[in-house]
């Protein structure tokens, strides 16, 4: 099997510290904990954007200042948000993509997100691919639901988005498609020949579908964004804590972990 990737997300726009303390919000914060997280294994780092008072946004100097802090002491893949939080308009999720990352999210369909609607029409997902495409930042596609595999293979046969592709299959979401296993293998086997791919359980889910990706041959997503727990009634204390549990489960089952370079090679970066 190929070497796993491993993506730490580290704070997500919806946990809050009334949850955890433990969720970075600061850049300085964001960057320390997207830090640990690479040490102790990750090779990507998906961040949002938060102020100062732990809401989210998209303002692009607040993720300016988090990638220059990461860049500074890491090679680490930086990827950043367009889904930002719930609510946003388009212009404001997607305005992040001019810095150059060299990777964001692109969610391709609309879903229930909690008590909320997290919106992304054939419009928005044309826009964020085609701004993708302009400034050269690798999209890793965001399914949160089988049909959205559909969508992004739309943007596929319009020239937005080129294969092999990279998605990140996300399970457990309420409202989206549950974080079940069976659900995970049918989703994998949905996928065009030839994309690489990433699971993220959210909640309760994320460990059993971590361990189902690892053996299934794809890669893992962990971190606070998806689940504040390390164990039941037990809170996470660090990102880096959840990434080191999957480094020690990837080395019982044989999968060696992929550095960063190693991992822009695996994701087509």
């Known amino acids: 099997m190929e070497k796993l990737v491993i993506t730490a997300a580290v704070n997500g726009a919806e946990v809050t510290r009334d949850q955890t303390p433990y969720v970075p919000?600061?850049?300085?914060?964001?960057?320390?904990?997207?830090?640990e997280a690479a040490?102790?294994?990750?090779?990507?780092?998906h961040v949002h954007g938060r102020r100062a008072d732990g809401s989210a946004t998209q303002d692009k100097e607040v993720y300016r200042e988090i990638i220059e802090r990461i860049q500074e002491k890491s090679d680490v893949i930086v990827q950043v948000s367009t889904g930002g939080a719930v609510g946003m308009t388009a212009s404001e999720r997607g305005d992040v993509i001019s810095l150059r990352p060299e990777m964001a999210?692109?969610?391709?369909?609309?879903?229930?997100?909690?008590?909320?609607?997290?919106?992304n029409s054939m419009d928005m997902m044309v826009d964020f691919a085609t701004r993708m495409k302009e400034f050269g930042v690798r999209p890793e596609i965001e399914v949160f639901d089988v049909g959205m595999i559909a969508n992004a293979m739309s943007l596929v046969k319009m020239g937005l988005l080129k294969e092999p592709l990279h998605v990140d299959l996300v399970l457990g979401v309420p409202g989206a498609i549950p974080g079940e296993i069976s659900h995970?293998?049918?989703?994998?086997s949905s996928l065009p020949k030839g994309s690489t791919w990433t699971a993220a359980g959210v909640g309760r889910s994320q460990l059993p579908i971590a361990v189902a990706a690892m053996l299934l041959g794809?890669?893992?997503r962990v971190g606070l964004e998806d689940n504040i727990y390390y164990s039941k009634g037990r809170l996470a204390q660090s990102n880096a804590e959840l990434v080191e549990r999957v480094v020690r489960l990837a080395t019982e089952l044989g999968r060696e972990i992929a550095t960063p370079s190693e991992a822009r090679r695996i994701v087509s970066i």
Not at 105 to 119: A, H, K, M, R
């Open 105 to 119: 999210t692109l969610s391709t369909g609309t879903v229930n997100f909690g008590d909320g609607v997290f919106l």
């Open 184 to 188: 995970l293998m049918h989703m994998v």
């Open 25 to 35: 919000i600061t850049p300085e914060e964001i960057a320390a904990a997207a830090l």
């Open 218 to 220: 794809g890669h893992v």
């Open 39 to 45: 040490k102790a294994g990750a090779s990507i780092i």
